[in-house]
């Protein structure tokens, strides 16, 4: 019998023990996630096996105090599917990596169970929410209502008037996935106040109640 096609991983993080521990998550895990490369800077994820893996797992701290924000940036502009594993557990970095496009944001004391996890779903073009990522994400806002970013908003009315979320990313200058990214994380926004918005209709609905958008601007 055939099998399936192995998954694949890029590992990018500047401590040694980190890279062999995350490699023996994923090589041994269910299912099991190849690791294509790894290395300690950026660069072994667009070059060599690295340049095709089905997600980058990053560190944002490479050999210093700077978050790797430009570099998580090109990557998801490039279309890449971005895990990013991170020591620090900290709301605000995390919104910023969302709102780049990273699939997800894990800390390093989250464990094999949720980067696996992350890893796998990151592999499909969707959005992971480990624990940490759902207290980031409920923020400060009301109970009735999601706190969205500008961003994430803008995203929302523009699918709203288009009829795909190509024309969307032309219009916003962001790629499709990214697109969906943003799409995929206001509805975990509304999942976590018990407002769920699985499909656009609902997710016009919930827009249209909040005053996001009016019916007459549709």
């Known amino acids: ?5 192995e998954l694949s991983a890029v590992i990018v993080d500047d401590h040694p023990a980190v ?15 190849q690791v294509a490369a790894s290395g ?4 072994v ?6 340049a095709t893996a089905d997600v980058v797992i990053l560190d944002l701290h490479l050999g210093g105090p ?22 620090r557990a900290d709301d605000e970095i995390a919104l910023q990596c969302l709102e780049l496009g990273a699939l997800s944001y894990l800390t390093k004391a989250e464990g094999a169970e949720h980067l696996l996890e992350a890893s796998v779903t990151a592999a499909s073009g969707r959005a992971y929410t ?11 806002r009301s109970a009735t209502r999601p706190a969205l970013s500008a961003r994430e908003t803008e995203v929302l009315v523009e699918w709203f008037q288009s009829e795909s979320k190509d024309f969307v990313g032309q219009r916003l200058g962001i790629s499709p996935r ?20 699985p499909t656009k209709a609902a997710l016009l ?14």
């Open 40 to 43: 300690d800077d950026v660069r």
């Open 130 to 140: 480990p624990p940490s990522l759902a207290g980031a994400l409920a923020g400060d």
């Open 1 to 5: 019998m055939a099998q399936a096609t």
């Open 19 to 33: 890279r062999a521990g995350v490699s023996q998550w994923l090589v041994t895990g269910t299912p099991p996630i």
């Open 45 to 50: 994820a667009w070059a060599g096996a690295g």
């Open 178 to 197: 990214t697109v969906n990214t943003h799409l995929e994380h206001i509805r975990i926004k509304y999942a976590m106040i018990g407002r769920e918005a």
């Open 66 to 87: 700077t978050p790797a924000m430009g570099e998580l940036h090109r990557l998801v502009q490039a279309g890449r599917r971005v895990v990013v594993y991170s020591m």
């Open 205 to 218: 609905a919930r827009a249209i109640q909040d005053g996001l958008v009016q019916v007459d601007d549709l």
